[in-house]
Structure formats: structure tokens, C-alpha cells
Nanobody, 123 residues
């Protein structure tokens, strides 16, 4: 079993930065991803990273967000810069034990999820 815990969410002003952390424990994970969700809307992919370092970003994240990971620590990070009010959401970390040949964009490919961390961007 894998346990996923996120941290780092906070209230920041527009244009500010935050760094979210995600630690997976229990077993060494393969792909990891960050998703976000706003009440009343579907959960959406922010970015995903394979154990080999291949990365895919959603369009809104390109140029502002950076996903990274340390395989030895079973840890991933999401550096978010130039934050906008529309980035306000609960951010979730997801993980899978599988190591697919390419990045996985579908949330159903990730069986392990954290509890979420709130990011609020004020204007």
C-alpha cells in the first residue's frame, strides 16, 4: 500500500509563488502527478512526471509551473510562479506503482491520492 501526503498550500497574492511537496511512502512509486479541483468542477491535470523524468504540463501550467521529483526520496514537488486567482483550488498529488512507457494523463491511471492541499490566490 502507498500513502501520499501533500503539503505547502497557502494563501498568496496574485503574482506570488508557492512550492507544493508530495511524499509517497510504503513502496517506490512510478509515475507521479499533480491535479487540482475547484468546487463544482472536475478534477484537472496540472502536470505529470515519470520515474525517468518525462514531463507533461497542461496548457495553463506551461511557463509558470514546474514539476520535479526525487526518486530516492519518493517525493515530487510543484513549483508555482506568477500565480493567478484562477489557480485557486485544492491541489492533489497522485501516484502509481506502474512505470508506463509514456506519461499518463488520465486520473484513473493513478490509484494513490493524497488528501489535497488548498491553494488560494488573492487579487
Amino acid at each position: 500500500q502507498v500513502h501520499v501526503v501533500e503539503s505547502g498550500g497557502d494563501l498568496v497574492q496574485e503574482g506570488g509563488s508557492l512550492r507544493l511537496s508530495c511524499v509517497a511512502s510504503g513502496r517506490s512509486v512510478g509515475h507521479m502527478a499533480w491535479y487540482r479541483q475547484v468546487p463544482g468542477k472536475e478534477r484537472e491535470l496540472v502536470a505529470t512526471i515519470t520515474s525517468g523524468g518525462n514531463i507533461v504540463y497542461s496548457d495553463f501550467a506551461k511557463g509558470r509551473f514546474t514539476i520535479s521529483r526525487d526518486n530516492a526520496k519518493n517525493t515530487a514537488w510543484l513549483q508555482m510562479n506568477n500565480l493567478k486567482p484562477e489557480d485557486t483550488a485544492v491541489y492533489y498529488c497522485a501516484a502509481t506503482l506502474r512505470r508506463f512507457p509514456s506519461a499518463r494523463l488520465n486520473s484513473r491511471d493513478y490509484p494513490y491520492w493524497g488528501q489535497g492541499t488548498q491553494v488560494t490566490v488573492s487579487s
